[in-house]
């Protein structure tokens, strides 16, 4: 089969497009023909370095997915062949002290698709049923594949982790990314107030059009200060951020007292000022978030079919063109996913 795999870190030229043999469907097992999948932050992480991951080489890139299931179980009760399905990427082992407790998303032998195992830039892939979901019927199959790491790591942080009300301000930091992205729409559809930042003004204004209450540009203003303008001088209730260091001091000095920080990535460095007498006598809470599990993605999905949410693709490849699609994913140019089509 067709599929995109690296054979070892560095940049494009470990990247390859060829041929890999089929996953066989193992018991348990659904196997899918995938339409289209798309890019995460991640995908380029495994490119450069994929340190601290345990995996082998060649390995096919991809964590998330959407496309036809090809062959199930005879007795499977819930999927069956021909159904367009959306793929949720982790695989808990389902048997340790965390999975048994029901939160799988802390599972110590977790493996994600095209991280630990063979990924989703590929034909086919066959995974547990349990990974496996009904599309919602209003999205292509690029839109829904966005669904299985962005707005699954976006619902975690802002309905588990921060449990927003729909009264609440819930400030947004960076975006264009998928993350900021999937924040802004279902906290948006959930009925909160949401301020996003940007470096760019034309991404503030895209993010305006799509709902946005407010948009503040890193670049030119002190984010805290303009946030305070729009509060009221109050502050926001949550601040959903993945870009680390470089945003931390203004995150903390815009909550409001007893205010929520929900953290999910460090892309511009991972050790900022902890600023601890501010979280202790504001009683601030920061929370550390990653994916989210199962019962979390029955019910984003169930949420975006009610609200006919869209995610937002920026640009579509062809998997032949997964040069270019990591290109455009590294500029950080890009307003929502970068897409992979992988028709027949
Ligand atoms: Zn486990």
Redesign the pocket.
């Known amino acids: 089969m067709k599929a995109a795999f690296i054979t070892g870190h560095g940049g494009n030229e470990v990247v390859q497009v060829g041929e890999r043999e089929r996953p066989a469907r193992r018991p348990g097992e659904v196997r899918v023909r995938l339409h289209a999948a798309t890019l995460n932050q991640v995908d380029l992480y495994m490119r450069n370095s994929g340190a601290g991951i345990t995996h082998s080489l060649p390995q096919i890139m991809g964590l998330d997915g959407a496309g036809v299931i090809d062959e199930v179980d005879a007795d499977e009760a819930l999927l069956k062949p021909g159904q367009r399905v959306v793929l949720h990427p982790g695989l808990?082992?389902?048997?340790?002290e965390?999975?048994q407790r029901g939160e799988?998303v802390l599972?110590?032998?977790m493996q994600f698709l095209g991280e630990h195992r063979d990924g989703s830039f590929a034909e086919w892939v066959s995974l547990p049923a349990r990974n496996v979901f009904p599309m919602p019927a209003h999205l292509d199959f690029m839109e829904a594949a966005a669904l299985g790491v962005n707005h699954l790591t976006a619902w975690r942080m802002l309905f588990t982790k921060a449990r927003v009300k729909p009264w609440e301000t819930v400030l947004v930091f960076g975006i264009g990314g998928g993350v900021s992205l999937a924040a802004l729409q279902l906290a948006k559809a959930a009925g909160a107030r949401v301020i996003v930042t940007s470096r760019d003004d034309i991404k503030l204004e895209r993010a305006m059009a799509m709902g946005a209450d407010h948009g503040i540009n890193s670049r030119s203003g002190d984010v805290a200060k303009a946030v305070l303008t729009f509060t009221g001088g109050r502050g926001v209730d949550v601040v959903i951020e993945n870009v680390g260091e470089a945003v931390w001091p203004a995150a903390m000095k815009s909550l409001v007292r007893g205010g929520r920080l929900v953290t999910c990535g460090a892309t511009s460095g991972d050790q900022p000022p902890a600023d601890l007498r501010r979280i202790f006598i504001r009683q601030l809470q920061i929370l550390g978030s990653t994916h989210g599990d199962f019962s979390e993605f029955h019910d984003l999905l169930a949420f975006i079919e009610q609200q006919r949410i869209v995610p937002v693709i920026d640009s579509r490849f062809p998997i032949e063109g997964i040069h270019e699609a990591l290109n455009r994913l590294e500029s950080g140019l890009q307003f929502g996913k970068v897409g992979l089509s992988i028709q027949p």
């Open positions: 808990n082992c389902g048997r340790c965390f999975c799988g599972c110590t032998r």
